[in-house]
């Protein structure tokens, strides 16, 4: 049975986000808003949660992950940035806005991207799910909650704590969350190109 956890948009009380941080280190899977929708996040070295994670989205070894990181200096940790992806990075983000990389030794190899060893990365605006990352001091596997069928990610957390209420572990709930999933930009050939358009306005990367 999930934990149900309500909190607060935009001063998030510590003691719910150190609560939510235990379950993530003791093996868990959470759902927790973003900027963009709501995502399902665990452990970066934690290989059960991650396959829970591709079992209730239904996704194969080609789906990309995303590392939600605290900062472009913790990004450049887990993914090989030159000057000129940064110059890119640095316009965008924070921000509704997932980037392709190459993956640097830091990142599982199960994680990346199975013929391409590539991983999606971000930088979230959503005071949450910030105040989750400063808490776990390191970056948080994510996914994006779009569940198997449905072509919109739900927007209420009390909704998705009783539909997953045996699939994850916490539900944190900020209040309503958005439809829009991040834009995905793949910055790992010489120009941009456009993945996915969702929440983030492209025409940052020169892309419209």
Same mark, same amino acid.
């Given at each position: ?26 093996? $868990?899977?959470? @759902? ?6 709501? &995502? #399902?996040?665990?452990? !970066? =070295? ?73 991983? $999606?990365?971000? @930088? ?6 910030? &105040? #989750?990352?400063?808490? !776990? =001091? ?71």
């Amino acid at each position: 049975m999930a934990y149900y956890l309500p909190i607060h948009p935009d001063n998030p009380q510590p003691r719910t986000i150190k609560q939510a941080v235990e379950i993530i280190r003791s093996g $868990g899977v959470i @759902v927790y808003p973003t900027e963009s929708c709501f &995502a #399902l996040g665990c452990q !970066l =070295g934690d290989k059960a949660a991650m396959e829970r994670i591709r079992r209730i989205r239904q996704v194969d070894d080609a789906h990309h992950f995303t590392l939600l990181c605290r900062d472009l200096s913790e990004l450049a940790t887990y993914a090989k940035v030159d000057n000129r992806q940064y110059r890119y990075l640095k316009s965008a983000m924070p921000g509704a806005y997932t980037v392709i990389l190459q993956a640097t030794r830091e990142v599982p190899r199960r994680v990346m991207h199975a013929k391409r060893s590539t991983i $999606g990365l971000r @930088v979230p605006v959503n005071a949450v799910a910030r &105040a #989750l990352l400063d808490e !776990l =001091g390191e970056p948080l596997l994510s996914s994006s909650l779009l569940l198997p069928g449905e072509a919109w990610p739900p927007t209420e957390g009390w909704e998705i704590s009783e539909r997953l209420e045996h699939e994850v572990d916490a539900v944190l709930d900020a209040g309503h969350c958005g439809t829009a999933v991040t834009t995905v930009i793949d910055l790992t050939d010489d120009d941009p190109e456009l993945i996915r358009l969702g929440a983030g306005d492209p025409s940052v990367f020169g892309l419209s």
